[in-house]
């Protein structure tokens, strides 16, 4: 009866093995979780343009937005960057931006970037018609 135990039972190496594959999933995971709880990136960009202006806004649903915000607005024309704008707080679950460019016209590549003052950021891409 013995002998059908030792056969029963994993090898210390495997269970050791076992063990530190447990660990190390644990330990990722956890890691996510608490950049997760932390901050997180936009979720959604819409750009809509009417003539030389553009209006963007920037959904990010936080808990407090006084502490947690869409910190940067990057506005990218044709692959230059024109219009950086850095915001202290969020009103709402969303970030709200409306400029005016004078050389915007058909055909051009409009790019916005939005980041998160705790994590991560988003990017969307248009071109105007």
């Known amino acids: 009866m013995s002998a059908a135990l030792v056969f029963a039972m ?3 190496r495997a269970l050791a ?3 530190m594959e ?4 644990f330990f990722i995971f956890s890691f996510l979780y608490v950049f997760e709880a932390f901050g997180h990136p936009p979720q959604k960009i819409d750009i809509t343009q009417s003539d030389k202006t553009i209006n963007i806004v920037v959904t990010h649903n936080v808990k407090d937005p006084a502490t947690h915000y869409i910190k940067l607005i990057e506005v990218v024309l044709n692959g230059k960057k024109i219009i950086d704008q850095e915001f202290s707080l969020q009103t709402a679950n969303f970030q709200k931006a409306t400029y005016s460019i004078p050389d915007l016209k058909k055909g051009d590549i409009l790019e ?3 980041d998160c003052n705790q994590f991560g950021d988003l990017k969307e891409k248009i071109k105007i018609e």
Request: proline share 15%; net charge positive; glycine share 16%.
């Open 17 to 19: 093995r076992g063990v």
């Open 22 to 25: 447990g660990f190390i999933l």
């Open 10 to 12: 994993p090898k210390p």
């Open 112 to 114: 916005v970037d939005a």
